[in-house]
């Protein structure tokens, strides 16, 4: 049961955050870590297609553990990216790694 709770919240988080970086709201971050345009959308569309495998995986497992891989490597990225290119503070990069643990969480625990 509390997986599945931390399925959805996950889901309905990066549902939230996928939308918000595909609408462009947070195009002037990407511009920061000097990426082109396109890793806006990119990055968008993999959050939103793994938030929607994540709740869907509520019923089918292997999709649970797909999304929570897919986003897993979002995070770390993202948190790689605050630390090491934008040289943010680590303290930016904590609720990266935290999505990034509950993700691999989940995967693992579908796994078992």
């Known amino acids: 049961m509390a997986v599945t709770i931390l399925q ?3 889901g ?3 549902m939230f955050t996928g939308i918000k970086i595909i609408s462009g ?3 002037a971050e990407f ?3 000097g990426m082109p345009p396109m890793f806006n959308f990119l990055t968008g569309l993999i959050e939103l297609t793994a938030a929607i ?3 869907v995986g509520i019923w ?4 649970a553990v797909i999304s ?3 986003l897993a490597g979002t995070m770390i990225v993202a948190a790689f990216v605050l630390i090491v290119v934008a040289k943010d503070p680590f ?3 904590v609720p990266a790694l935290v999505l990034c643990v509950f993700s691999v969480t989940i995967s693992l625990l579908h796994l078992l």
Do not use: S
Request: net charge positive.
């Open 31 to 33: 511009e920061r870590f």
């Open 60 to 63: 089918f497992p292997v999709l």
């Open 25 to 27: 709201k947070m195009a």
């Open 91 to 93: 303290t930016k990069a």
């Open 12 to 14: 309905i988080f990066f």
């Open 68 to 70: 929570g891989a897919l």
């Open 8 to 10: 959805i919240l996950i």
């Open 53 to 55: 495998g994540m709740v």
